[in-house]
């Protein structure tokens, strides 16, 4: 059974910085394209950033490019989002997952909370 735990979350001022950690278990992800996304109060959740597991290519969304970096480490199985400059605008539950999404993949989240 997949489980992904997010963690790293917290309340910071605009401008500051948090990085996020997914840490996998159940299997291996070197196949996969693995995503941060984003659901903020009252909307849809949104995806933010990307990586190919096994050849480290990266996707960012408009709204997040020059700010977020995806990264991923083989040995420990997990996926990091290093947030820097953060806004407003970025505070949201943030969850990671397969890219595109399995609905058997969602975890608890953590929340992102940017005061301005």
């Known amino acids: 059974q997949v489980h992904l735990v997010e963690s790293g979350g917290g309340l910071v001022q605009a401008g500051g910085s948090l990085r996020l950690s997914c840490a996998a278990s159940?299997?291996?992800?070197?196949?996969?394209?693995m995503g941060w996304f984003r659901q903020a109060p009252g909307k849809e959740r949104e995806f933010v950033a990307s990586?190919?597991?096994?050849?480290?290519?990266?996707y960012y969304a408009d709204f997040v490019k020059g700010r977020f970096t995806i990264s991923r480490d083989n040995a420990k199985n997990t996926v990091y989002l290093q947030m820097n400059s953060l806004k407003p605008e970025d505070t949201a539950v943030y969850y990671c997952?397969?890219?595109?999404?399995?609905?058997?993949?969602w975890g608890q989240g953590t929340q992102v909370t940017v005061s301005s």
């Open positions: 997952n397969a890219d595109p999404p399995s609905a058997d993949y």
């Open positions: 990586i190919r597991w096994n050849t480290g290519r990266t």
């Open positions: 159940g299997r291996t992800f070197s196949s996969y394209v």
